[in-house]
């Protein structure tokens, strides 16, 4: 297994439900964390089949200096906290999860 397969050998990105969807919705101008247009996105990440392998992948490559839209559920501020070794603020107690 390595970042793009799961321990079958199947890439992960052909199970992504958001290869079923319009991509745009995981991009939103408005990134307020409680807000539709992230709860959309999340939503659709909450079902997902391989958002771990998503969390993963999006954890160890992506470039900090262009960490945009929603991956694995996470906004970018979110992801940011993960890699600074922050609980994200949506996961703090009071927060509202989707
Ligand atoms: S968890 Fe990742 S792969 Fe799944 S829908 Fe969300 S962004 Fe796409």
């Known amino acids: 297994m390595n970042a793009t397969t799961t321990a079958t050998g199947r890439d992960w990105r052909r199970d992504a439900e958001c290869a079923r ?21 999340r939503e ?10 998503c969390l993963l992948d ?7 200096a262009r960490r945009w839209g929603i991956t694995a559920g996470l906004t970018p501020d979110e992801r940011a906290d ?4 922050r609980q994200p603020a949506s996961a703090r107690p009071g927060a ?3």
């Open 58 to 64: 999006v954890m160890t490559g992506e470039d900090p």
């Open 96 to 98: 509202v999860a989707a």
């Open 82 to 85: 993960l890699f600074a070794g």
């Open 21 to 41: 969807v319009d991509a745009e919705i995981f991009y939103p101008l408005d990134l307020d964390p409680t807000g539709p247009a992230v709860t959309a996105a």
């Open 44 to 53: 659709i990440c909450a079902g997902c089949p391989v958002r771990l392998a």
